[in-house]
C-alpha cells in the first residue's frame, strides 16, 4: 500500500506540475502587471469591503472579510507548522526560499482563481456559490471536466487532506500531553460536527473570529521565540539563500529535493491553484469581482511570509534542526534530531526553547486551532461542491451532504490513527489532482480576470 501510494504521488507530482505552478504563477505576476505588489494597500482596503445587499435589503453572500477569514482557515493549518518542518526536514533551510517564491507568485494565481470564481458564481437558497467547477462549465464550455473537479474536491479535501490535518494535531497533542490518537481524533470530529450542521453561515462566522485571532496570536509567539535567538537570525538567512541556490557543496547534492519540498509544502499551505480559495470567493458578496481577488490574494501572504516564515524562523533560530553550524553558518549534513517522521516536534522543541517546559504544549493548543480550522473550510468546499454538481435537485443535494459531512468526520478519525509519512502523500495527490485542472483552466480563462482588473482600476 505504501509503495502504491508513494508512486502515485510521484506520478501526480512530477516535475511537470511544479514548471505547471511556477510557470503559471509567473504568467498571471507579467499580467497582472505584479499586482500582488502593485495594489498592495488596496488588498488590505478590500477584506474590509461591505457585503452587498438584494433589493430587500437581505446579504446576497458572504462578506469579503469572512470570505477572506475562511479562505485563509483552509490555508492556515498543519502544512504552517508541520509542514514547514517537514519541508526543512527533508529540504533543508534552502526549502523555505522556496516557499516565499512561490508565495510571492502564488498570489497572483489567488487574484486569478479568486476574481474568475466571482465572474461565474451561482445564486442558491442559502447564498452565492461557485468556484472552479463554475468557471470551467461556464467558461470553457466543459461540464464533464467541471464535474469531474468538483468530485476530485470532495474526494481531495474530504478524504484526504482531512486525514493531514487531523494526523499533525494528534502528533502534537501526543506529544505534550500523552493524549491517545483515538481520542483525539474523535474529540476533533466532534467539535467540527458542532460547527459544520449550521452551513455556511455557522462557518463564515466562527472562523471570522477564531482565524485572525489564531495568526495573529502565532505571530506574536514568533516574535517572542526568534527575539530570544536574535544573534541567530544572519546564519539562519545565509543558511536559508545557500541551500536555496545550492552554493554550498552540502546544499548543491540536495538542491532538487531542496526546491520540490520548497514548492510542494508552499503550494499545500498556501493553497494558490488548487481551487479552495476560489470556492470561499464565490461566496462573497462584493461591488466588484476584483476586489475579492486582491482579497484572496493578501491570505497567500499572510499564510506564507508571515506564518509559515515564522515557523521557519523559530525552527532554524533555536538549532532544533542543526543543518548549519550555529557559529559561521556554514552548512552541515542535513541530520535532523531523533524525531523520526513526527515533524510537529521540531517546532514544538523551538518554542520549548524559550518558553521551557510549556512550549510545546502551547503549539499543540495553537495546532487544534489551526486545524479545527482548516476542517471547517474544507467542509465549505466540499458542500458547495456538492450544491455544484446537484443544482435543481434539493434532495440529492441534501443526501449527498449528509454523506459528506459524515465520510469528512470519519476521516478526520482514521488520520488521527495513521503513519505520518503515508499521510502527508495523501494529502500531496489530492493537492496535485485538483491543481492539474485548475491551473490550465485559470491559464486559458486568465484574459477575463485581466479584463475585470482593468475596469477595476479604472473606477480608482
Not at 477575463?448 to 479604472?458: N, S, T
Request: glycine share 12%.
Amino acid at each position: 500500500m505504501d509503495k502504491f501510494v508513494s508512486l502515485i504521488n510521484d506520478i501526480v507530482w512530477s516535475p511537470a506540475l511544479v514548471v505547471l505552478l511556477v510557470g503559471a504563477g509567473l504568467y498571471f505576476s507579467i499580467r497582472t502587471r505584479f499586482v500582488q505588489v502593485r495594489k498592495l494597500g488596496l488588498m488590505v482596503k478590500s477584506l474590509f469591503a461591505p457585503a452587498q445587499k438584494d433589493k430587500d435589503g437581505r446579504t446576497k453572500g458572504i462578506s469579503s472579510f469572512q470570505a477572506f477569514s475562511v479562505a485563509l482557515s483552509g490555508r492556515v493549518g498543519t502544512g504552517n507548522i508541520v509542514g514547514v518542518a517537514t519541508a526543512i526536514a527533508m529540504g533543508g533551510p534552502g526549502a523555505v526560499f522556496w516557499m516565499w517564491i512561490i508565495a510571492f507568485l502564488g498570489a497572483s494565481t489567488a487574484f486569478v482563481e479568486s476574481t474568475l470564481a466571482q465572474l461565474y458564481n451561482f445564486p442558491h437558497s442559502s447564498g452565492l456559490r461557485g468556484g472552479p467547477a463554475c468557471y470551467i462549465e461556464k467558461g470553457l464550455k466543459c461540464k464533464w471536466l467541471a464535474v469531474l473537479f468538483a468530485v476530485l474536491t470532495l474526494f481531495g479535501y474530504g478524504l484526504l487532506l482531512a486525514t493531514v490535518q487531523s494526523n499533525g494535531v494528534t502528533n502534537a497533542l501526543g506529544n505534550s500531553f500523552s493524549i491517545p490518537p483515538l481520542w483525539c481524533g474523535l474529540g476533533l470530529a466532534f467539535l467540527l460536527a458542532l460547527v459544520i450542521v449550521g452551513g455556511i453561515k455557522s462557518i463564515a462566522k466562527v472562523a471570522s473570529v477564531v482565524t485572525p485571532f489564531m495568526a495573529l496570536g502565532y505571530i506574536v509567539l514568533t516574535v517572542v521565540v526568534v527575539a530570544r535567538h536574535w544573534d541567530m537570525v544572519p546564519s539562519v538567512f545565509n543558511a536559508i539563500f545557500t541551500g536555496a541556490l545550492g552554493i554550498k557543496p552540502v546544499a548543491g547534492g540536495i538542491l532538487g529535493s531542496t526546491i520540490m519540498m520548497g514548492v510542494k509544502r508552499g503550494i499545500f499551505s498556501n493553497e494558490a491553484g488548487q481551487g479552495g480559495g476560489a470556492i470561499v470567493s464565490a461566496s462573497a458578496s462584493v461591488s466588484h469581482p476584483a476586489k475579492q481577488g486582491l482579497a484572496q490574494a493578501f491570505s497567500v501572504y499572510v499564510d506564507t511570509i508571515l506564518i509559515c516564515t515564522g515557523t521557519a524562523l523559530m525552527i532554524l533560530c533555536s538549532g532544533t534542526y542543526n543543518i548549519f553550524d550555529a557559529k559561521t553558518g556554514e552548512m552541515l549534513e542535513a541530520v535532523a534530531p531523533e524525531l523520526g517522521g513526527n515533524y510537529v516536534g521540531y517546532t514544538q522543541a523551538a518554542v520549548d526553547s524559550v518558553l521551557s517546559g510549556i512550549g510545546g504544549g502551547f503549539v499543540s493548543i495553537a495546532l487544534v486551532f489551526f486545524v479545527f480550522t482548516t476542517l471547517m473550510a474544507y467542509y465549505f468546499y466540499g458542500e458547495s461542491s456538492i450544491m455544484y454538481i446537484f443544482q435543481g435537485k434539493p434532495r440529492g443535494e441534501k443526501a449527498a451532504i449528509w454523506c459528506f459531512r459524515t465520510g469528512l468526520l470519519l476521516m478526520t478519525v482514521f488520520g488521527a490513527l495513521k503513519e505520518a509519512n503515508v499521510i502527508w502523500q495523501l494529502g500531496d495527490i489530492g493537492v496535485g489532482v485538483t491543481a492539474w485542472i485548475n491551473v490550465i483552466a485559470l491559464l486559458l480563462l486568465c484574459p477575463q480576470a485581466i479584463k475585470a482588473l482593468r475596469e477595476f482600476e479604472k473606477t480608482q
